[in-house]
């Protein structure tokens, strides 16, 4: 491909910029090997950004933000941050980046690499080879509906006399946008889009079942689709997950599939996630990439970070971003064959012990990996 890749970098606080450093390894071991053309920005963010100017993210580093094909976050936040405003709080830098680049599909893969498969919550027979992707409404729904708030409520016997109030609120655009995002994603993988709410009770579910149907019947009729209940879906996740592809949901129910799901498959360090918007001019959905974990203040500054979550994030950015998919294979199977050589960062050490390797060297492994693959 001839194409140039935009990417700004925001490193951010904790661990965030020592995993980073392992994904520039690899970015520039593409660039030196595939012939990719990354141009590379890093600014700031959360803490660091707040250290720096004052406010967890500038106006200056959102219109970077605005112009790039992706950005690649690594985590924000830290106890020294803890007692600020509110409004200037690390996290307040992340959640701009997402309402503004209006990033309304979130997808958190949960993927067994078959090293790990005795670290799952459940048997490894039930979660080898396990490769699904969930796809979660992010910019609507319950957190984010009208009326909202707590009041008085002292007409007749209410004890406490309050009432807590938050509203499911979804519109048919809001439903057939992302509904359109778990199609195209199921396009390149195994073809089958799992929406899951609660038609049974919810009015908002009766419309998210119709409206993915009608996105279905209308523009991906070749995508099997099928709807299940969100409790029976949980259900299945824990019973039997390789019977799902992609499953679509809303924000309420995906914020619980994805953290269970997560559990299927081990380590936080080892959990990416994308956050896509609509597509911009050139085509590419407007895209963020973020390792799921944290800035992990107890290990921060110690070398122990595992980089994967990172790395497989910037993987999907291959994939979902720059149409890379072949590049993204290559990547993720490295990772594999590190973890199947017992190359292990501390978190992904079992009770037996051995020598966990350094971020730098887990990533130097990935890197090495990467370059014996083709
Ligand atoms: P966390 O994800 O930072 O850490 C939870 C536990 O997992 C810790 O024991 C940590 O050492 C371990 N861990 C996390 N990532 C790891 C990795 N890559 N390798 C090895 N071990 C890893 O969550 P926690 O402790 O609740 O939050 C710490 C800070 O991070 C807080 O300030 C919180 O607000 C922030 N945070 C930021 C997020 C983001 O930037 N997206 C998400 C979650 C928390
Ligand atoms: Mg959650």
Known sequence: ?????????????????EVMAEVVKVIDWLGAHRGMAFDVTQDLVGGAAYDA???????????KAQAVDAVLLGAVGGPKYDVLDFAVKPERGLLRLRKELDLFANLRPAQCFDALADFSSLKREVVAGL????????????????PRGIHADDNGDN????????????????????????????KKRRGKVCSMEKANVMESGILWREETQWVHDNEFPDVELTHMYADNGLMQ????????????TDNLFGDLLSD???????????????????????????????????????????????????????????RY??????????????????LAEGVRTADLMGPDGGTP??????????????????
Do not use: W
């Open 237 to 248: 996740l824990v019973r039997q997950p390789r019977q799902f592809d992609v499953i679509l």
């Open 260 to 318: 269970a799901a997560a559990m299927l498959t081990g380590s936080l360090g080892m959990l990416p996630s994308a956050s896509l918007g609509a597509p911009m001019a050139n085509g590419r959905p407007r895209a963020m990439y973020e390792p799921v974990h944290g800035s992990a203040p107890d290990i921060a500054g110690q070398g122990k970070a595992n980089p994967i979550a990172c790395i497989l994030s910037f993987a999907m950015a291959l």
């Open 53 to 63: 100017h004052g406010v967890p993210l500038t106006d200056a580093t959102m219109a």
């Open 357 to 374: 390797v350094s971020t730098a060297e887990m990533g130097d492994r990935i890197v090495a990996a990467l370059a014996a693959e083709a």
């Open 131 to 146: 490769d699904i992707l969930i796809v979660r409404e992010l910019t609507s729904g319950v957190y984010f509906g009208e």
């Open 321 to 338: 971003s720059f149409g890379e998919g072949a590049a993204a294979d290559a990547l993720e199977a490295a990772v594999e064959r590190v």
């Open 159 to 186: 004890e406490g006399g309050r009432v807590g109030i938050n509203t499911q609120r979804y519109t048919s655009g809001e439903i057939r946008r992302v509904a359109r995002s778990a199609f195209e994603l199921a």
């Open 1 to 17: 491909m001839s194409d140039r890749y935009s990417l700004l970098i925001l490193p951010g606080d904790g661990i965030g910029p």
